[in-house]
């Protein structure tokens, strides 16, 4: 009798124990992506020289991204490695702050561990994509497979300390201590501060108030302020929008606004408009320059596969393209480019 009555409370006792554990102990999540592209200028010179699709006429690697994420109870990590000019030197340059090491920087794009104290309060920990802009170095996080100017010319990635309080399902707050841009080691010590205000006003509405401050390793100290938001119109129509503005101690810096339009005609095919204005602020002494970029996107889907056809215009006040010369400068560049992604 009591053995049978242990068996029945164990019997009980087990499948609580169990569900403990799986809550605690979840599996090790394994994603990423590869993805590969040809490009070709249509004055056959490497003019566009925003990341990634950097190579004219050559058909050419992207990156393999492996990203790892476990959670055990109330902590989290993870750690996303890639492979491939995209995810290596085009995405972190001279990235242990070695100047020796300058031809050949690591491969990590995200590596921390984060635990919620709470269901509204946070901290993370680590070396993270940053939370400034609007695009992202994983091609599968953008609609365009080529990015933005705000994008080539603002940061990668932090390392550093942050922490979130979200005062609702549509209000949070994040601070933070980080290093200097797109680099693992700090030689001038932790050297930026950082925020984050997101609004969500509307189901669908999502709104990011991003700051970033602070003094790199020239001593020249510099402020970020962004704006990233994207409202889902209707199921099928998107609508996003980034505007940023840097300005440097001194002179120089950058700024400027660009507007997202995508709309899925099918589960499997989806057209993309960007349009963006970029000013790169000229020193003291020097003008400055202004670009204006119209691409053109599809996105053709099939499983994990997206084909992305693209064709892309630019138009630069200094005349910094050039022609089939090589040699006469001109106001205008266009390419057109076709990428291959597959996402898992």
């Known amino acids: 009798m009591k053995l049978t009555t242990a068996l029945a409370l164990c019997a009980l006792f087990f499948p609580v124990v169990l569900s403990a554990q799986e809550t605690i102990n979840t ?72 100047p020796s090491n300058a031809a050949s920087s690591f491969h990590i794009q995200n590596l921390y561990a984060s635990y919620a104290f709470s269901d509204k309060f946070s901290m993370m920990a680590g070396y993270m994509s940053t939370f400034i802009g609007y695009e992202v170095i994983t091609p599968t996080g953008n609609f365009n497979y080529s990015t933005s100017y705000l994008f080539s010319y603002g940061p990668f990635q932090d390392a550093g300390l942050k922490a979130t309080y979200a005062f609702s399902d549509r209000i949070s707050l994040m601070v933070g201590i980080f290093n200097d841009w797109n680099v693992y080691q700090d030689l001038n010590g932790v050297s930026h501060v950082g925020g984050q205000l997101m609004i969500s006003p509307v189901d669908g509405w999502t709104a990011y108030l991003n700051v970033l401050s602070g003094t790199p390793n020239d001593g020249r100290s510099g402020t970020i302020l962004d704006l990233t938001t994207s409202y889902q119109v209707t199921p099928k129509v998107k609508l996003g929008f980034n505007a940023a503005d840097y300005s440097i101690d001194g002179g120089g810096g950058f700024g400027g606004a660009a507007v997202y339009l995508q709309n899925a005609f099918s589960p499997g095919f989806s057209l993309g408009l960007r349009g963006e204005l970029f000013t790169l602020k000229g020193l003291a002494g020097s003008a400055g320059k202004d670009m204006a970029a119209v691409t053109l996107s599809g996105n053709l889907k099939s499983g994990g596969l997206t084909f992305i056809p693209e064709l892309r215009f630019d138009n630069d006040s200094n005349s910094s393209f050039l022609r089939q010369d090589g040699i006469s400068p001109t106001k205008n560049a266009s390419q057109f480019s076709l990428a291959i992604v597959y996402s898992f």
């Open 27 to 98: 599996p090790l999540e394994i994603s990423g992506s590869a993805d590969a592209y040809y490009k070709y200028d249509f004055a056959k010179q490497p003019n566009i020289l925003t990341y990634f699709d950097s190579d004219n006429n050559s058909l050419s690697l992207g990156m393999l991204d492996v990203a790892l994420k476990k959670r055990t109870g109330k902590a989290s990590f993870m750690g996303e490695l890639s492979f491939g000019p995209r995810g290596q030197y085009q995405s972190v340059p001279n990235g242990d702050g070695n």
